[in-house]
Nanobody, 128 residues
Framework: QAQLVESGGGSVQAGGSLRLSCAAS????????LGWFRQIPGAEREGVAI???????SYGEFTTGRFTLSKDDVEETLVLQMNNLKPEDAGTYYC??????????????????????WGKGTLVNVSS
């Protein structure tokens, strides 16, 4: 049973940083596409950053160089480093996985509806 467990959310002031981690289990991690999505109150769930098995990464436009996505195929973890956080970044952040075969096109982030597995989310608060 594929499982994704997020950690690392919390409260920071604007300009601060958070490091979100996702621990995966129950599926062959290196072969799946992975990503972080977020849901801000009143808005549709949107893609933050996604990565494919080859390591190709694409970021949502709003990340503007502030966020960095990485994965460790041995530890089966997906990490999102978020710097220079803004109040509008506040929301629930979800780790998600998409079954193989999949690949990421640079500059394009998938809609949430193509992902196959989800974590329960971790809350990010950013105060001004």
């Amino acid at each position: 049973q594929a499982q994704l467990v997020e950690s690392g959310g919390g409260s920071v002031q604007a300009g601060g940083s958070l490091r979100l981690s996702c621990a995966a289990s129950g599926f062959y991690f290196p072969a799946w596409c992975l990503g972080w999505f977020r849901q801000i109150p009143g808005a549709e769930r949107e893609g933050v950053a996604i990565i494919d098995p080859a390591g190709t990464i694409s970021y949502g436009e709003f990340t503007t160089g502030r966020f960095t996505l990485s994965k460790d195929d041995v530890e089966e973890t997906l990490v999102l480093q978020m710097n220079n956080l803004k109040p509008e970044d506040a929301g629930t952040y979800y780790c998600a996985a998409r079954k193989p075969t999949c690949n990421v096109s640079p500059g394009r982030v998938w809609g949430y509806y193509v992902m196959d597995r989800w974590g329960k989310g971790t809350l990010v608060n950013v105060s001004s």
